[in-house]
Every structure is written in structure tokens, then in C-alpha cells.
């Protein structure tokens, strides 16, 4: 059964992302991309002339994933209510898939390594930034609050938070509730923001 390009395309990205998240992006290739999705190596280089490409592909799987986490923040219920819902997404994420997480974090740092050669890593926060600061600027409105501070500052520190309790997650889950000081850090930065 022949296979359009774009299908083909998919099944690339889909294996990208399952051996990023099994063995880390240094294991991504072309040929192993192709293994994994059971397609000629011919129509992985036809689909994908390098692994740059694979990897900003599979970023972008990512920023859909990411709305996945956040798509249903409760943005009537107020700007607090809207991050802490975002929040626990994101939390949960990291409890059921630290393998996504933690490839996603080593594409982050791929792609920054090789800024050169691709500019993804200056894509993959802003992205995110885009994509949160629509949904706590609309909560924010949605119930007339005031943010004390800027939506773009308001989802960096954000990322900054969730990115260092994810780190020290992942290195020793059982060690702290990492969790409890994961939403104490929220707290303390909605505080801030004076909601």
C-alpha cells in the first residue's frame, strides 16, 4: 500500500518524537528515524534532508502537545484559577510522561548547542510564550483583572518555575514533594503579579 508523502511525513515525526522520548535526542537520525517508522531511507531523505528538520518537526509536535495541557485552562473563572489550571497540566504531564519532558528539555538544549545551524532554539519559547500569555491575558480580561506585571514577563517566570521543578523532579522524584514547592512557587508568583 502506497503511502502519501504527507502520512509518510507524520509516521517521520511520530518516530522522532518516540525515540527522543526512549533515547534522547542524541539517538535521533535519519536512518534511525526510518527504522522506526518502517520506511525506506530514501523517503525519510525525501521527507526530511536533515536532522535539522526532523528536529524543528518534532518541536513543532511539541507546541501542539503543549495546547493539549493547556487548552482547557478556565479562563471565566479569573487569571489565578487560569495558571493554576495550566499548572497542574503541566504537572500531571510530567508525573505521566517525564520521558516527553525530559526529551523535550534535551531538544531545548540541542537546539541551542546548534543555534548555528538551526534556528529553532529562538522558536521553541516564544512559542510557548504565544501560546500562554493568550490564555492568562484572556482569563485576566474575561474576569477585569489587573496583572501587576507584564503577560510576557508573567509566562517566562512561569516557564522558569515549572522548568526548574521539572529538572529537580526528574533527577530524584522521591527525594522531596516536589510537587508541594512546584505550586508554592506559582503561588508566590501570582502573589507577585497581585492575583
Known amino acids: 500500500m502506497r503511502v502519501s508523502a504527507e502520512d509518510r511525513k507524520e509516521q517521520l515525526i511520530s518516530a522522532t518524537v518516540e525515540i527522543m522520548r526512549r533515547e534522547g535526542v542524541q539517538s535521533v537520525t535519519i536512518r534511525a528515524i526510518a527504522k522506526e517508522a518502517n520506511a525506506p531511507l530514501a523517503t525519510a531523505h525525501y521527507c526530511f534532508s536533515n536532522k535539522e528538520e526532523l528536529m524543528e518537526a518534532a518541536a513543532e509536535a511539541w507546541f501542539k502537545n503543549l495546547r493539549r495541557f493547556s487548552s482547557d485552562a478556565p479562563e471565566h473563572l ?102 508541594a514547592q512546584f505550586f508554592l512557587m506559582v503561588d508566590a508568583l501570582l502573589t507577585k503579579a497581585g492575583v
Open 78 to 179: 479569573g487569571l489565578r484559577k487560569a495558571v493554576e489550571q495550566v499548572a497542574e497540566g503541566y504537572w500531571r504531564a510530567l508525573e505521566e510522561e517525564p520521558a516527553s519532558i525530559l526529551a523535550e528539555i534535551e531538544l531545548i538544549l540541542w537546539a541551542t548547542r546548534n543555534a548555528v545551524d538551526s534556528p529553532l532554539a529562538a522558536r521553541i519559547y516564544p512559542a510557548y510564550e504565544v501560546e500562554l500569555g493568550n490564555i492568562f491575558s484572556a482569563a485576566a480580561k474575561s474576569s477585569d483583572e489587573k496583572c501587576l506585571i507584564g503577560f510576557d514577563t508573567l509566562v517566562r517566570c512561569f516557564l522558569v518555575v515549572f522548568d526548574g521543578a521539572a529538572i529537580q523532579y526528574m533527577t530524584a522524584p522521591k527525594a522531596i514533594d516536589h510537587r
